[in-house]
């Protein structure tokens, strides 16, 4: 069975920009990202060395590592750049009435 769980307002979120949240029910924080009014989520710890995605930069649709300079596609969570190997778990989600929502499995 699955929940929405409310994240933020879509404007808190500009476009081009990328913001970190902890969630009740998800096991690593989240990295909510606006590429160009589209809305992505993905974990906000890098699979390579445990960093702060949101503490790196965004750019073209990509994450970049602050640690490493490893980068991520937002919108898939597949590996861009080495040394990261290992996709990104990426989110559900749900837009409603100007709300971000992530689909919780469980």
Known sequence: MSALVKVCKVSDVPPGEMK????????????????????YATSNVCTHFIA?????????GRIECPLHGGSFDVKT???????????????????QDGDI??????
């Open 101 to 106: 929502y992530l689909k919780r499995e469980g």
């Open 52 to 60: 702060t995605l949101t503490d790196g930069y965004f750019e073209n």
């Open 20 to 39: 970190p949240f902890t969630l009740e029910g998800f096991e690593e924080p989240v990295a909510i990202f606006n590429l160009d009014g589209e809305i």
């Open 77 to 95: 969570g597949q590996p861009t750049s080495p040394p990261c190997e290992k996709a990104l778990p990426v989110h559900q989600v749900v837009l």
